[in-house]
């Protein structure tokens, strides 16, 4: 797809970039908060009950390795399938494929844990993947984690290659 129909899209939907890579808009936040003492461990502070966003990512760029503590809804709306790799606390590697091609396996949601280390790409080439990503508690980039290649590495050295690619700096 070209570049300026992308820009389209960009535009349209007001998306700005985000810092694993891609464009992103947040569509919800709820008005309603849980305080941080009804919140699991390791939250600091209050967090809305639910966040949505918009994500969009391109074929020439990839979604770097980062986490988060809660779960993540991820759902497609258009483009490209896009893969998403997710690396378990436990060093357990696993590929899910969210898309439309249902007979080949894709699905149109997908479920990252929380705590899980995750990446993505986008598989078509000369493309974009549109999806979204609801999380509750709502996201605060105070839960939000991105590692080096060395540290990620150093955590999953059976995962180096994966790592090395998927990894920005
Ligand atoms: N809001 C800003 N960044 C993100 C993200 O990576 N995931 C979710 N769910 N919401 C966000």
């Not at 918009?54 to 399938?81: C, M, N, V």
């Not at 540290?151 to 050295?157: C, G, H, V």
């Amino acid at each position: 797809m070209h570049g300026n129909s992308i820009n389209k899209i960009i535009d349209a939907l007001d998306l700005a970039p985000h810092p694993e890579g891609g464009y992103f808009k947040e569509t919800y936040r709820s008005t309603d908060e849980i305080n941080q003492s009804c919140l699991p461990e390791g939250y600091k502070g209050k967090r809305n009950y639910a966040t949505c966003i918009y994500f969009l990512l391109t074929s020439d760029d990839f979604s770097a390795f980062h986490r988060i503590k809660q779960d993540e809804i991820w759902h497609f709306y258009d483009g490209s399938p896009l893969r998403l790799h997710t690396i378990s606390e436990s060093g357990l590697h696993q590929t899910q494929i969210i898309g439309k091609y249902f007979d080949k396996g894709e699905t149109p949601q997908l479920i990252v844990p929380g705590g899980h280390w995750f990446g993505a790409e986008v598989i078509e080439e000369n493309s974009y993947s549109l999806v979204g990503c609801t999380v509750s508690p709502g996201f605060s980039f105070n839960d939000f984690e991105l590692k080096s290649k060395k540290e990620l590495s150093n955590l999953f050295p059976h995962c180096k290659k994966i790592i090395e690619r998927l990894t920005h700096f």
